[in-house]
């Protein structure tokens, strides 16, 4: 049983940040039913290559544990389908513009009134209010408006984007923690709330330390690359074969990095004795360092400096990343069983509760897989009016 089983979820989201959050709650045992557009579904279904067996993989990436419910919210009849499945959930996902929901009959303030309990998460680009509530908002046009890109990338070179949409990650992450806090709330109270959560809400939370260097000093971050701002050395270096990270956050381990490295002088050479003054003199001692790596491979320098207590990492492929010994050992990477796929590796939950362990136990639905299972069974719509709805294209 997982520590959410008998908690239901109307998913009516798409793409990354909504499915991220609703995969999360059904990995802890939530039922999550899927509602997609009838013949086309979650955007992500195409969203390729690559692709195996025709389905995309980042569609595969982040929609486990949930079923699939084909309904058409623009005839009468599927808004009032997607209304009987709300009445009978715990939990709304949506993502739609703001007030979409609300033409439609299904927003927070009128359901609310007939459904106390539920808890009703809006996710947006932008926020439910304001003068950009209506602008389109992905990943990284978010990641542009609200700084994270001009502050990722080279010195002096072309804006970045992160490896991954970190930022639709970020915000589905919210999303949970904020449907889970609802949950709890109504546990002690019976009573449902509004969630809202918007990715600018999240870009700005996610500043942290870049915030606040400008906040209180003033001071406007740029690019620095694998670098840090404020803790030298803390970045990437070259060494005989390949890049490998290297972090030295205080002056202790800055010490024994030197002892590492074969050049204990630096450790109290008044260039480099203090944080302070590395950042200071940063350039002069990356420079030495460059220097100093290139007499070693990166294997031979993870291990000398391993030996030293130094924080280091080589900065790996991702065929590397999953045949690590550490990733190798944690199990995280699980199978389950696809119809179609076979058996599909999946990186699994990345909390573990000694109790109530999230679990991967089924694999991402087909477009409209469970259509008939869940308006049959939960609605007690019969089998005729059910073939009538789909052929009208209703589901």
């Keep these: 049983m997982g520590i959410l089983s008998g908690i239901r979820v109307a998913d009516f989201t798409r793409v990354v940040a909504g499915p991220y959050c609703s995969m999360l709650l059904g990995d802890l045992g939530a039922e999550v039913i899927k509602v997609e557009q009838p013949g086309q579904g979650d955007d992500s279904r ?41 009445m009978k959930s715990d939990v709304v996902l949506e993502n739609f513009r703001p007030g979409f929901m609300d033409q439609l009959g299904l927003g927070f303030e009128e359901l609310h ?20 509530k209506n602008r389109a908002g992905y990943d990284v046009i978010v990641s542009a408006l609200g700084g994270l890109m001009g502050i990722t990338g080279t010195p002096g070179g072309e804006p970045v984007k992160t490896g991954v949409a970190v930022l639709d990650q970020s915000t589905g992450l919210n999303a949970y923690a904020g449907v889970l806090a609802a949950l709890y709330h109504r546990e002690r109270t019976g009573e449902g709330q509004r969630v809202d959560v918007s990715l600018l809400s999240t870009q700005l939370s996610m500043l942290i330390n870049a915030a606040s260097g400008y906040l209180i000093a003033g001071e406007i971050p740029v ?26 956050a205080n002056d202790k ?29 940063r350039e002069e001692l990356i420079s030495l360092m460059e220097e100093a790596l290139q007499a070693d491979t990166i294997a031979g320098w993870e291990r000398r400096l391993m030996e030293a207590q130094v924080a280091v990492a080589p900065v790996n492929r991702m065929d590397q990343v999953f ?21 599909l590796p999946q990186v ?38 059910l073939d ?6 209703v589901i």
Excluded: M
Excluded at 224 to 248: C, E, K, N
């Design 323 to 343: 045949s690590d010994p550490q990733v190798v050992h944690s199990q995280q990477v699980v199978t389950v069983p696809h119809p179609i796929v076979g058996d």
């Design 348 to 385: 699994g939950p990345a909390v573990k509760h000694s109790l109530t362990p999230a679990q991967v136990t089924t694999p991402p639905p087909g477009l409209g897989e469970h259509t008939h299972e869940i308006l049959g069974t939960l609605l007690g719509i019969d089998q005729d009016e």
């Design 253 to 281: 381990l800055f010490r024994q990095l030197c002892q590492g490295l074969g050049h204990p002088e630096w450790g109290t050479d008044p260039r480099f004795k203090t944080n302070y003054d590395r950042v200071i003199n």
């Design 46 to 86: 195409g969203w390729g290559p690559p692709f195996v067996a025709g389905i995309s993989t980042y569609y595969l990436a982040i929609n486990r544990n949930k079923k699939s419910v084909c309904l058409n919210l623009r005839y009468p009849e599927g808004v009032e389908i997607a209304r009987q499945l709300i």
């Design 223 to 248: 690019p620095q690359g694998t670098a840090h701002q404020s803790v030298v050395p803390y970045q990437a270096f070259r060494a005989s074969d390949g890049y490998i990270l290297i972090g030295a």
């Design 388 to 393: 009538r709805l789909a052929a009208r294209n």
């Design 113 to 132: 009134k007939v459904h106390p309990g539920l808890v009703y998460c809006s996710i947006s680009g932008f926020g439910q209010s304001g003068p950009y």
